[in-house]
């Protein structure tokens, strides 16, 4: 992986360049077989059918009827109406929880920053340590990404009482697995030449370590963890929903007492802060990130007056100022965590009966129907998802549609849908629909559509443009330029996005029965707040494997199409 910010995507991995889509291929072309036209692979067809024939299954089991879709929305225009106008009500009271929400994202995000270093380190394949340290460290990467956040906090209220050192420390060991995995693929991909080097000249692994490999994995982790900070924002504005303190708290309390006017206003303070962070943390990316060039490498130092002695210019001084900064904001959100010592010695007492009653883990009937649930919700969704997001991405790009008002607007409107976090969406589907799955399907396909439209436009704004020229010059309509030019170079990233897409979804599903929205975090809930923790080991476990199976068959695809 480069050292360039544009290598990050959401995707929480670096999304191949067009170059790299196919096997053998060049700009994104499909490799010919010999004497025939290019040929197509299983997963290409496979995987596009696979999602039909779950979508069809999906419309039957949550009962998706056009009847049922109009009547829905009318109930829910009948919901916003009472949300209009927005109210915050208590503004410093609104304020403090804002705050809170912002420290509980950074306090997480800086934890999982340094045990990621340590992780990653190990489960790299470059690690020469004992193998068993690698597959623990591999194993806790896979584990703390496949659950998500919101359950992370559900266990860790348990563990240390209500407010925001569960929310921090739910973003943290959730966090840890994406961010592991990522630096563990920067580290992996690295040329090994200035490592033997150092080891040639006596340096022990740690000194080797430190010189080589994390001084050049800086730039990318750096924007790494930028990005993961945003997406720990809204992560955080949620907490508050299972006591794990921020805004959700205010949010939960204004739905609970049908105040939707101020739940409205509470939606909106999360929208502003989470653009506003979005926007700092694209400009901080612009300002720590070295972006390399065919011609030269990323490189923490510039050169010195002597060949040992590394440099100051001003992009190591903005970085040296940027970092000193990033580390005092940490320390100072650690501080705004209400630790105590009180808690820290219950919570021993707590995490082990907790532990001890995981065991052994029990798989019932209505834990296996919830995750089958979570899984329908999360595919149906994703596909229609998928098809909506497509249409706005190819509006929203000049490879069909040329008119910029067009693009512009639906681009806002995209970042805007962004920005209300999933489970906000299913709160209200829930007030206005009832509880149900048809609840979650809504608030998910919303937010597959917002996710899948950006990574499809970022991915067609960078096909390659020479067969797009070449068709102009022929006389090619848009469709035509489309279909022969653009659509052949975007199947494996729309094929990889989709299943990244329905990654995220499965995760979010998992937990959108808390508010009453289908799946399987009603049991989930239910199960921690009743003390019943051999249930709760096993749907962990269950959506464990289910999401490793996804992430297996999302590889397995990725190997073949792009």
């Known amino acids: 992986m480069s050292a360039s910010t544009d290598s990050i995507d959401e995707a929480g991995r670096a999304v191949p360049g067009v170059e790299r889509q196919f096997d053998g291929g060049r700009n994104g072309e499909p490799k010919p077989a010999a004497g025939g036209p290019p040929r197509v692979s299983a997963a290409t067809l496979g995987i596009p059918l696979a999602y039909l024939a779950v979508t069809v299954f999906g419309i039957w089991w949550i009962d998706i009827r056009p009847a049922a879709v109009a009547a829905g929305l009318g109930d829910i225009g009948r919901l916003l109406q009472r949300m209009v106008p927005p109210t915050t009500g208590p503004v410093p009271a609104l304020l403090t929880l804002t705050l809170e929400t912002l420290w509980i994202a950074l306090a997480g995000t800086g934890l999982a ?66 961010i592991g995995k990522m630096m563990s693929d920067v580290f992996e991909e690295q040329v090994p030449a200035p490592h033997e080097a150092i080891a040639a000249v006596g340096a022990n692994r740690m000194q080797n370590f430190v010189s080589t490999t994390l001084t050049r994995a800086l730039p990318a982790a750096a924007s790494l963890v930028i990005y993961r900070l945003d997406i720990n924002v809204r992560a955080s504005a949620v907490l508050g929903l299972v006591g794990a303190g921020g805004i959700g708290v205010a949010l939960q309390t204004a739905i609970g007492s049908l105040n939707y006017r101020r739940a409205a206003g509470i939606i909106l303070a999360i929208v502003v802060l989470l653009l506003i962070l979005e ?19 990323s490189r923490l130092f510039a050169p010195g007056k002597e060949a040992s002695t590394p440099g100051w210019n001003r992009s190591r001084l903005m970085r040296t100022g940027a970092g000193a900064a990033a580390a005092c904001l940490f320390l100072f959100s650690l501080g705004q965590l209400s630790v105590n010592s009180a808690r820290l010695g219950q919570a021993w007492g707590n995490a082990t009966a907790l532990l001890a009653g995981f065991v052994p883990p029990v798989f019932t009937q209505d834990i296996l129907l919830g995750i089958f649930e979570s899984v329908i919700m999360a595919f149906t969704a994703t596909f229609f998802g998928v098809l909506i997001g497509l249409v706005i991405a190819v509006l929203s790009t000049r490879h069909l549609v040329t008119f910029a008002p067009l693009a512009f607007t639906l681009r806002g409107l995209v970042v805007f849908v962004r920005g209300i976090p999933d489970i906000v969406y299913a709160l209200i589907f829930v007030a206005a629909l009832g509880l149900g799955p048809f609840a979650g399907f809504l608030a998910l396909t919303i937010s597959c559509t917002a996710l899948a439209s950006k990574f499809f436009t970022d991915s067609l704004q960078n096909v390659d443009p020479a067969p797009i020229r070449a068709l102009e010059a022929t006389g090619a309509n848009r469709v035509q330029i489309f279909v022969s030019g653009v659509w052949p170079q975007f199947v494996p990233s729309f094929i990889g996005n989709s299943l990244f897409t329905s990654d995220l979804a499965l995760r979010e599903s998992a937990v959108l029965g808390i508010v009453g929205a289908g799946g399987v975090g009603f049991l989930l809930d239910e199960s921690v707040a009743t003390l019943h923790y051999q249930q709760t080991a096993g749907i962990l476990i269950g959506l464990i494997v289910v999401v490793v199976a996804l992430e297996s068959v999302a590889r397995w695809a990725r190997r073949k199409v792009i």
């Not at 340590?129 to 194993?139: F, T």
């Not at 694209?282 to 390399?292: C, F, I, K």
């Open 113 to 178: 920053a340094i045990a990621s270093v340590f992780l990653a380190a190990a489960a790299s394949r470059h690690f020469t340590g004992p193998r068993a340290v690698r597959w623990l460290a591999q194993g806790i990467i896979i584990v703390t990404r496949a659950v998500p956040s919101l359950i992370f906090a559900i266990l860790f209220v348990r563990i240390f009482g209500l407010g925001p050192l569960a929310g921090a420390l739910a973003i943290a060991f959730h966090s840890v697995g994406m």
């Open 279 to 297: 926007l700092i943390a694209y400009l901080v990316q612009r300002a720590v990130a070295e972006h390399a060039d065919e011609h030269t490498e």
